[in-house]
């Protein structure tokens, strides 16, 4: 199915562009959260305006965020972990926990769906990228220690001071004793 989308889309497009997508993808996502039309003749004659106001619409946005982009740009983040000898994690760093973690450090709030990683499960340093807009895109530093250890950091002066995120630890609780 060949599509002209109104709306930048994520790995796919920019407004104004023409694509062909899987039917059920078409039917079922882009059609009805608006963010396409079939690309039908009549369709294909608004491009050019589509596109066109798309472009200025995203340089507005684009300036916004810029500030946001610039507080985030080079923050560092420790997250302390259990972790096996091996350096795998008992359990996992979410999107969540990044999330909040920026939140507390920066006051910024970005949603889950814009931090681009899978699940961190390793002990080690990780470079995250937080999908602000299309264009906006900047990079985070992850750092994933055992707990305990401290952290070897080569900074610079100008680079953010790492802090711990500190996680609560749940005990497992004592066995009841058999009467």
């Known amino acids: 199915m060949k599509v002209l989308l109104l709306k930048d889309v994520y790995k796919l497009g920019r407004a104004g562009d023409v694509k062909k997508v899987a039917d059920g993808y078409g039917r079922n996502y882009l059609l009805p959260h608006g963010m396409a039309v079939l690309a039908t003749p009549e369709a294909l004659n608004m491009a050019n305006r589509i596109r066109e106001k798309a472009t200025v619409q995203r340089a507005i946005v684009n300036k916004e965020m810029d500030v946001v982009a610039k507080q985030l740009e080079g923050l560092v983040i420790a997250f302390p972990a259990r972790a096996s000898e091996t350096g795998k994690l008992y359990g996992s760093i979410t999107t969540q926990m990044i999330v909040e973690a920026i939140k507390a450090k920066k006051g910024v709030d970005i949603a889950r769906r814009q931090i681009d990683v899978q699940p961190l499960r390793m002990l080690g340093d990780y470079k995250v ?4 807009t299309v264009d906006l895109i900047p990079e985070i530093k ?19 001071a790492v802090e711990a995120v500190e996680e609560p630890v749940v005990e497992p609780a004592e066995p009841a004793a058999e009467a």
């Open 129 to 132: 990228r937080v999908r602000l």
């Open 142 to 160: 992850v750092i994933v220690h055992r707990e305990g250890e401290t952290i070897a950091l080569s900074a610079k002066p100008e680079e953010t």
